[in-house]
C-alpha cells in the first residue's frame, strides 16, 4: 500500500510554519502553500461557513485538516485516496493532542514540532505497512480466553497499586497488541507512539501524556519481548510503582502463558481458499485489524494485486459510508471486489474473475467472514 505523500505541512493562519517536510518528488514552497492555505480556508468559511478538506488539481491533492487555528496539509498523488489520508492526519492529530494536550491550548508562540519529526515520519512511513492506521484499527495478537483471562487477572493485580489509573494497562508485542486495558482510541495512540519510539536497549521511559482530560505519566515497561505501558497519575512518580511492577514481572514470567514471543505471521490460508487474492478485516468495535500476508508470487504481480486491492478499497469505503448501503462490488478487468458491512464486520477481499463467479462472491465472503471470526 502506497499513500505517496509528497509533502506534510503543519501552519497556522496567523501566517507561520511550524513544520515542513518534502517525502518525495518536488518540494513546495511553505510559504506559498501557508498563502494558499490560508486563503482557501477562509474563502471556504466566508462563502460556505465550512472548513476546507481537499483541493483536487489534474495531477495530485491537498488535503486538509483543522485544529483550531491551526491546519494540517497533506499533498499527495492522485493515487493516494483522499480517506486514507484524511485517517493519517487525524491521526498525527491525535497524537499531537496526545503528547501536547488538546489544540484549544496549542500556544502559537511555544507550540514547537522539532522534537517531534521522528513520531511525524512515522505516520507517512510505517503507514504504508500497516493498514490498521487507515481504517483505525489496531493490529491485535490471537489470544485463547484462558489466557487472556489469566492475563487480565495479573493487570488487575498491578493496577491495584496506588496512583495506577484503572483500565490503564496494556500489553505490547512489536507493533501488535497483547492485551489492553485502554478504550480503543488510547490503545491506538500507545502502540503508534511505540512504534515511533520504540524502547531499543532501554528499560524504562516516562512520557507525560495528556487523556482522558487531564495530565498523567505513561511508563513503557521492557519484559523479556514485550513492552508493558502504564498510566498514572500525573504526582506519582516511577519509584512508588516500581516494586509493584516487579512483581507484575515476576508473576508474568512463572506464569508460563503460552503466548508468542514475537509477532506471528497472518496467513492468508488461515481464512480464505486459493481464489482469494487479498483480504483485509477490520472490527469497528474493537478496532481488530486484519490484513494478511500475500500467497508467494512474483514481486510484480504481488505490487499489482495490492495496488488493484488500495484501489477498490477506497472506493468501496466511501460507498460504505452511505446509510443503508452495507455492500459494495465491482468488477474491473480480470479483479473482482467485494465489500461487507456485517453489523460491527467489515470485509474487503480481492478475487481473481476466472476463478470466481459474481454469484457465488457472497457466499465466499461468509465463508470468509466466519473464518476471521473463530480466530477473533
Not at 521511559?205 to 482522558?212: D, I, L
Not at 505501558?229 to 510503582?241: E, G, Q
Amino acid at each position: 500500500m502506497s499513500l505517496a505523500i509528497k509533502n506534510f505541512f503543519v501552519v497556522h493562519k496567523s501566517g507561520r510554519v511550524y513544520f515542513s517536510k518534502n517525502y518525495h518528488g518536488n518540494p513546495l514552497d511553505p510559504s506559498l502553500v501557508l498563502g494558499f492555505s490560508s486563503s482557501v480556508s477562509n474563502f471556504s468559511l466566508t462563502l460556505l461557513g465550512e472548513e476546507i478538506k481537499e483541493v483536487i488539481s489534474s495531477k495530485g491533492r491537498i488535503i486538509y485538516k483543522e485544529y483550531g487555528d491551526f491546519m494540517f496539509v497533506a499533498h499527495s498523488d492522485l493515487q493516494a485516496g483522499s480517506t486514507a489520508v484524511q485517517a493519517v492526519l487525524r491521526d498525527v492529530g491525535a497524537m499531537f493532542e496526545f503528547l501536547f494536550g488538546t489544540h484549544e491550548y496549542w500556544d502559537e508562540d511555544f507550540f514547537d514540532l522539532k522534537g517531534a519529526q521522528d513520531i511525524i515520519s512515522m505516520y507517512f512511513g510505517k503507514i504504508t505497512q500497516d493498514p490498521s492506521m487507515v481504517v483505525g484499527g489496531i493490529n491485535q495478537i490471537h489470544l485463547d480466553a484462558h489466557i487472556i483471562e489469566r492475563i487480565d487477572r495479573l493487570i488487575s493485580f498491578l493496577e491495584s497499586q496506588d496512583g495506577v489509573c484503572g483500565n490503564g494497562t496494556m500489553l505490547m508485542l512489536g507493533d501488535s497488541c497483547l492485551f489492553s486495558r485502554f478504550d480503543l482510541a488510547e490503545t491506538r495512540k500507545i502502540l503508534q507512539y511505540n512504534k515511533a519510539r520504540p524502547l531499543g536497549a532501554s528499560t524504562v521511559r516516562y512520557t507525560p501524556v495528556f487523556c482522558n482530560n487531564a495530565w498523567h505519566n505513561l511508563y513503557m515497561v521492557r519484559i523479556n519481548n514485550y513492552i508493558l505501558a502504564v498510566l498514572t497519575f500525573i504526582d506519582k512518580s516511577y519509584d512508588s510503582i516500581v516494586r509493584k511492577i516487579d512483581e507484575f514481572r515476576i508473576s508474568f514470567v512463572q506464569s508460563r502463558l503460552e503466548i508468542p514471543i514475537e509477532e506471528p505471521p497472518i496467513l492468508l490460508r488461515l481464512f480464505a481458499k486459493r481464489e482469494t487474492l487479498a483480504m483485509l478485516y477490520h472490527n469497528i468495535q474493537t478496532g481488530h485489524t486484519i490484513f494478511p500476508q500475500l500467497r508467494p508470487g512474483p514481486d510484480v504481480q504481488q505490487k499489482e494485486i495490492l495496488n488493484t486491492f488500495w484501489a477498490f478499497f477506497y472506493n468501496a469505503s466511501s460507498t460504505l459510508k452511505i446509510p443503508g448501503v452495507a455492500e459494495f462490488s465491482i468488477t474491473r478487468d480480470q479483479y473482482r471486489f467485494y465489500a461487507r458491512l456485517d453489523g460491527v464486520h467489515k470485509l474487503y477481499i480481492l478475487f481473481a474473475t476466472d476463478a470466481v463467479s459474481s454469484d457465488s462472491v457472497p457466499s465466499i465472503a461468509s465463508e470468509t467472514l466466519k473464518n476471521v471470526r473463530a480466530y477473533e
